[in-house]
C-alpha cells in the first residue's frame, strides 16, 4: 500500500531550540529520567477512535475530518485499509502502544455472528501489523454505548436481552484483547447510568453492572487472559448520571460488590473536571486505594462544561500527574492514552501528528519536572513534616488505636492551647515554579 502521510517525516527530536513543527522538543524516547527511559516511564499509547474514526463532527455540522485513505464504507477493505494506516501513524510518530473499541477496528454486521466474524479478521491484521512494526496494544474494549440497542444502558439496560447480546460482545471484546496480547481491558460505563429516576430502577442497574463484571473476571481466568481490568469514572454525558461518576464513587461501588482486588481505575482528565474535581485529586483518591492504574490523557476547555476531549499542553498538569505515577513507582499494566481528538477546524492528517507530537513534549517536560521535584526533596520533606506531630507522643498513640476519647479528654485538659503551623500554600506554589 502507498504511504498515507507522505510528505510527513519520521518525528525525531530536535531540542528546545528547534523550530520545527514535526520534530520533539522535549520527548527522546532512549533520554534515561531516573534510571529509566522516557519511553518506559510514558508508554504513550494512540486512541484509535479517535485518530482513525473521529470524523469532527459537532451537534451543529458535520464532520471535517481529511481521510483520503478511508473511502467510508463499511467493507473489511476499508477497515485493514484503515488498520494500515494507523500503524504508519504510530511508527512515524514512535508511538509504542495503542487502544481500541472493537467496533473501531471492525464494522458491525447485521447479526451478532457477523460481527464477531469481522472482529477476527481485524485481530489477524492488528497482529500481523503488531508483529511488523514492534508495537503493542495497551487496552481493548467493547463499544457497549453507540449502537441503538443500548439506548437504555448496556449491562444497566432494563432489558435483559441487552444485558445478554452487551456480555456476548464483551466476550468477544476479551478473546480479541487476549489474541493481541492486551496489557489491559477497559470498563467505560458509556450509558451505564440513567437520564431520569422517574424510570429507573438504580440498585437493580448496579446489581446488574456489578454482574457483568464478575462475569468477566470469571471469563478472564477461564481463557487465560491475565491483562488487567480497568473502570473508567466519567460522572455524565451521555447520560445525566453515570454510575462509574468518579474515583472515590468507583472504589466504594467495587467494594460494595467484591471487585476490588480485580479492577484499577482508568483516570481521564477531562472526567476529573466534569466531575468538579482535579485530575491530581482523582489520582490521589485512587492512588490511596493503590488502583491507580492508567491514564487517558487529555483535557477540557476552561470555559466549556462538557467532554471536549483536547490534546495536554499544559505544564502544571502533566506534572501532577506524572507526579503521582512516580510517587507510586510508575506504571505497570497502564500508560498514557491520548484519548483526545484534535478541533473541528484542525481537519488535515498533519493535524493528528502537532497534536500528538505536543502531547508527548508536554508529558516529556512533566516527567523531567515532576523528577526534579521529587530529587529536591523540598516538596515531600515540608508534607512529611507537616504531620510529624504523628510519628510520636500523642499522635502515635492515636494512630495504633491506643487512646480513646476519655485519655484524649485528659491530654487536652493538662495541655496548653494547640498551636498550628501556616500551610504555605503559597510558598509551595512558588517551589513548584521553580522547576516549570
Ligand atoms: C468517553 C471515553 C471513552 C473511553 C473508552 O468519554 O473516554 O473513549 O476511554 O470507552
Ligand atoms: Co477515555
Same mark, same amino acid.
Given at each position: ?14 531540542g528546545?531550540d528547534?523550530?520545527n ?5 522535549h ?7 531516573g ?28 464532520g ?11 467493507? #473489511?477493505?476499508?477497515?485493514r485499509?484503515r ?11 514512535? &508511538?509504542?502502544?495503542? !487502544? ?11 447479526t451478532?455472528?457477523?460481527?464477531n ?9 492488528? +497482529?500481523? #501489523? ?11 474494549t467493547?463499544c &457497549?454505548?453507540?449502537h441503538?440497542?443500548?439506548?437504555? @444502558?448496556?449491562?444497566?439496560s !432494563? ?16 478473546d ?5 496480547n ?28 456489578a ?11 477461564e481463557? @487465560?487472559?491475565?491483562? +488487567?481490568?480497568?473502570? %473508567? ?16 464513587? !468507583? ?7 467484591? #471487585? ?8 481521564e ?30 483535557t ?9 476531549? +483536547? ?18 513507582? @510508575?506504571?505497570?499494566k ?10 473541528r477546524?484542525?481537519?488535515e492528517?498533519?493535524?493528528?501528528f ?6 508527548m513534549?508536554?508529558f516529556?517536560? @512533566?516527567l523531567?519536572?515532576a ?18 506531630s504523628w510519628d ?6 492515636? %494512630?495504633?488505636?491506643?487512646v480513646?476519647?476519655?485519655q484524649?479528654?485528659?491530654?487536652s &485538659? ?13 510558598? #509551595?506554589?512558588?517551589?513548584?515554579? %521553580?522547576?516549570?
Amino acid at each position: 500500500m502507498s504511504e498515507a502521510f507522505p510528505n510527513i517525516p519520521r518525528i525525531s527530536y530536535e531540542g528546545v531550540d528547534s523550530r520545527n513543527p514535526l520534530a520533539f522538543k522535549h520527548y527522546r524516547p532512549d533520554e534515561v529520567v531516573g534510571g529509566k527511559p522516557m519511553k518506559d516511564h510514558l508508554r504513550f499509547a494512540a486512541a484509535y477512535w479517535h485518530t482513525m474514526r473521529n470524523e469532527l463532527t459537532d451537534p451543529f455540522g458535520v464532520g471535517t475530518s481529511l481521510k483520503p485513505w478511508d473511502d467510508r464504507s463499511n467493507s #473489511l477493505d476499508n477497515a485493514r485499509r484503515r488498520a494500515e494506516v494507523f500503524f504508519e501513524f504510530l511508527d512515524k510518530l514512535g &508511538l509504542d502502544f495503542y !487502544c481500541f473499541h472493537d467496533r473501531d477496528v471492525a464494522p458491525e454486521g447485521a447479526t451478532l455472528a457477523e460481527s464477531n466474524r469481522n472482529l477476527e479478521a481485524l485481530v489477524e491484521t492488528l +497482529q500481523t #501489523l503488531q508483529d511488523q512494526l514492534g508495537k503493542q496494544l495497551l487496552w481493548g474494549t467493547a463499544c &457497549l454505548f453507540a449502537h441503538p440497542r443500548y439506548m437504555h @444502558g448496556a449491562a444497566t439496560s !432494563c432489558d435483559a436481552d441487552v444485558f445478554a447480546y452487551a456480555a456476548s460482545q464483551v466476550k468477544s471484546a476479551m478473546d480479541a484483547t487476549r489474541a493481541l496480547n492486551g496489557e489491559g481491558y477497559v470498563f467505560w460505563g458509556g450509558r451505564e447510568g440513567y437520564t431520569t429516576l422517574l424510570n429507573t430502577d438504580v440498585k437493580r442497574e448496579l446489581d446488574h453492572l456489578a454482574a457483568l463484571l464478575h462475569m468477566a473476571v470469571d471469563y478472564a481466568r477461564e481463557i @487465560g487472559f491475565k491483562g +488487567q481490568f480497568f473502570i %473508567e469514572p466519567k460522572p455524565k454525558e451521555p447520560t445525566a448520571h453515570q454510575y462509574d461518576s468518579d474515583a472515590a464513587a !468507583c472504589l466504594n461501588f467495587l467494594r460494595q460488590y467484591d #471487585l476490588l482486588d480485580h479492577f484499577q481505575l482508568n483516570l481521564e482528565t477531562n472526567h476529573a473536571t466534569l466531575a468538579q474535581h482535579s485530575m491530581w485529586h482523582e489520582m490521589t483518591v485512587a492512588a490511596g486505594a493503590s488502583a491507580l492504574g492508567s491514564v487517558d490523557a487529555n483535557t477540557g476547555h476552561p470555559h466549556l462544561g462538557w467532554d471536549t476531549d +483536547q490534546f495536554p499542553t499544559d505544564i502544571y498538569l502533566t506534572t501532577q500527574i506524572m507526579l503521582e505515577i512516580l510517587r507510586m513507582g @510508575g506504571f505497570t499494566k497502564g500508560g498514557l492514552n491520548f484519548d483526545a481528538k484534535v478541533r473541528r477546524e484542525s481537519f488535515e492528517p498533519v493535524d493528528l501528528f502537532h497534536a500528538h507530537i505536543g502531547g508527548m513534549d508536554a508529558f516529556a517536560r @512533566g516527567l523531567k519536572t515532576a523528577h526534579a521535584i521529587i530529587e529536591d526533596g523540598r516538596l515531600d520533606d515540608f508534607v512529611k513534616n507537616r504531620y510529624s506531630s504523628w510519628d510520636s507522643g500523642i499522635g502515635a498513640e492515636i %494512630e495504633n488505636g491506643e487512646v480513646g476519647f476519655a485519655q484524649l479528654e485528659a491530654y487536652s &485538659l493538662s495541655h496548653a492551647e494547640p498551636t498550628v503551623e501556616s500551610g504555605r500554600q503559597e510558598m #509551595l506554589e512558588n517551589l513548584i515554579n %521553580e522547576f516549570i
